[in-house]
């Protein structure tokens, strides 16, 4: 059964930084594309960024220059640097992964780590 496993949220003041961190476990064979999603309070879950497993990266405008996505696909591992956060980036940050497992190919959710920018 493949677990994705993720750390790294916290409370930052505006202007900080933090990085999240999320692992796949447990009967992986190949992962394509892992993305980082977030939901604020009362809105719809986001898209953030995503890579493929070639490195190739796709960012959402309202973090463009700001965040930053990286994998290591030895690890089954994605990470996201983000920089310069504002209050409004405050939400529940999700893991992504597009797993092909014992399972066949599959869409896995991370459990969510809350991600809170204040002063």
């Known amino acids: 059964q493949v677990q994705l496993v993720e750390s790294g949220g916290g409370l930052v003041q505006p202007g900080g930084s933090l990085s999240l961190f999320c692992a796949a476990s447990?009967?992986?064979?190949?992962?394509?594309?892992m993305a980082w999603y977030r939901q604020a309070p009362g809105k719809q879950r986001e898209l953030v960024a995503s890579i493929t497993r070639g490195g190739t990266t796709n960012y959402a405008d309202f973090v463009k220059g700001r965040f930053t996505i990286s994998r290591d696909n030895p690890k089954n591992a994605v990470y996201l640097q983000m920089n310069s956060l504002k209050p409004e980036d405050t939400a529940v940050y999700y893991c992504?992964?597009?797993?092909?497992?014992?399972?066949?190919?599959?869409?896995?959710w991370g459990q969510g780590t809350q991600v809170t920018v204040s002063s």
């Open positions: 447990g009967g992986i064979y190949n992962i394509y594309t």
């Open positions: 992504n992964q597009d797993v092909f497992g014992n399972l066949g190919r599959r869409n896995y």
